[in-house]
């Protein structure tokens, strides 16, 4: 079983930056596994943001948040760079893996989710 854990989201100003982090809660590695951020804004779908491949080869965004976000890993941590925030950047982040190599970028794609780090970004 993995169990994930995210941390680093808060409360920052537009055009401000964070770094959330996924570790992994369990013994069990996961540096083979293609893993993910999704996000959920109040009232909104939970949408795709960032994924990356097991081991790092290949990394996938979405084109709304291109250029702004940074996806990598590194052992059984994977973390989520975000620059130049923006108000509707305001969501609570999820981070997720599967149990393959190559990443996906819907929902029922992954097996394992965790919690959920609020992000708000303030104008």
């Known amino acids: 079983q993995v169990q994930l854990v995210e941390s680093g989201g808060g409360l920052v100003q537009a055009g401000g930056a964070l770094r959330l982090s996924c570790a992994s809660a369990?013994?069990?590695?996961?540096?083979?596994?293609?893993m993910a951020w999704f996000r959920q804004a109040p009232g909104k779908e939970r949408e795709f943001v960032a994924a990356?491949?097991?081991?790092?080869?290949l990394t996938y965004y979405t084109e709304s948040m291109k250029g702004r976000v940074t996806i990598s890993r590194d052992q059984n941590i994977m973390y989520l760079q975000m620059n130049s925030l923006k108000p509707e950047d305001t969501a609570v982040y999820y981070c997720?893996?599967?149990?393959?190599?190559?990443?996906?970028?819907?929902?029922?794609?992954?097996?394992?989710w965790g919690q959920g780090t609020q992000v708000t970004v303030s104008s």
């Open positions: 990356i491949s097991g081991f790092g080869r």
């Open positions: 369990s013994e069990r590695s996961f540096s083979n596994l293609a």
């Open positions: 997720a893996a599967r149990a393959r190599f190559n990443v996906g970028i819907h929902d029922p794609e992954y097996d394992y």
